[in-house]
């Protein structure tokens, strides 16, 4: 499939803010204006949609959902889509999603990770348009750690040039700020040591090819279905696919990538990153041996405790990018380029 990236932003683009899955509760506007005003000072406008309500799991129905993330996708004049976070049942968007209208629009980027792998992976699968899976908008007022970028770098950076990045060799440990007593918080606590580990054996990785992938929770459920058909969208090239798991236990994890293995999800995988993960061993088994005991088979490399997953500081990966990913006892990098 041909890659069609949106062109850089640049300061006076519009980007709009809705929720394709759940929306802001009251406590938390103050995070969400907090949010706002630093894209703002960046140089862009912000449009903040009618999908934005947190009094339940959904921000609206899905019909609502959807139809406002058309029109943004669809609209010439908004650049860039980027929800407050997550959720938990965006797949409801899927069918009602006009992906011919999205093709046919200009490219446009959408940014999101967790329940957004729900719909940014299929955008990319089914369109061609690259998306970014990359820290939401209620993290973007954190300042971002020395070798990672933030979303808004990469949605601005130039098409064709490579850009790296390296794990600083902190995480944290614990949770979410309180950002409901303060809304402002700009510095991330990094209070915990870790680098990539390679789970498949010993010895040197240097290895390119397109990225793909997401949430493993909410992607396994795609499985199968024309959503996430990477295959036809690997075509001839290899693929980078990265994982990554919320909360479930390992049992769960496990099957759940052996399902995705199964439905063929890993088949054109080069190698498979994984991201660094806050979720639950089992009694008799790790989160890392659950990815090995499922993927192990493919016979590629596998590097755990990647920043692309729910625990903070986070690495923003491109899904469509060519990327190429080194790790060594010495360096450990990700080049990307938007062609």
Known sequence: ??????????????????????????ELRGRLDAAVREIESRGYEVVVGRCMDGSTHL?????GRAAELT?????PAIRAVVPPWGGETAIDLLPLLDF???RRAEPTWVVGYSDMSTVITPLTLLTGVATVHGNNL??????????????????????????????PGRYRSGGRDDWAANPEVRDLTLDAEGRWTRLDGAGDVDVEGRLIGGCIETLVNLAGTPY???????????????????????????????GMRLAGFFDRAAAVLVGRTHAPDSPTLTQHEAVLDALGPLGVPI??????????????????ARGRVVHTAARSEIVQTLV
């Open 100 to 102: 011919g209208a999205i």
């Open 71 to 75: 029109e943004m996708l669809t609209d």
């Open 59 to 63: 921000s609206a129905p899905a019909t």
């Open 138 to 167: 209620m993290d973007t007022p954190y300042r971002t750690p020395e070798g990672l970028l933030s979303w808004l770098d990469v949605v601005a950076a130039p098409q064709g040039e490579p850009f790296g990045q390296t794990p």
């Open 303 to 320: 590097v755990a405790d990647v920043e692309c997953g729910h625990v903070a500081p986070h690495l923003p990966l491109v899904n469509g």
């Open 1 to 26: 499939m041909t890659i069609r990236c949106p062109r850089p932003l640049r300061p006076g683009d519009r980007i709009g803010v809705t929720s394709p899955s759940s929306g802001v509760a009251k």
């Open 228 to 258: 996430l058909d990477t295959s036809r969208f690997a075509g001839d090239e290899p693929l980078l696919l990265y994982v990554e798991a919320c909360e479930d236990n390992a049992f769960t994890i496990c099957r759940n990538l052996h």
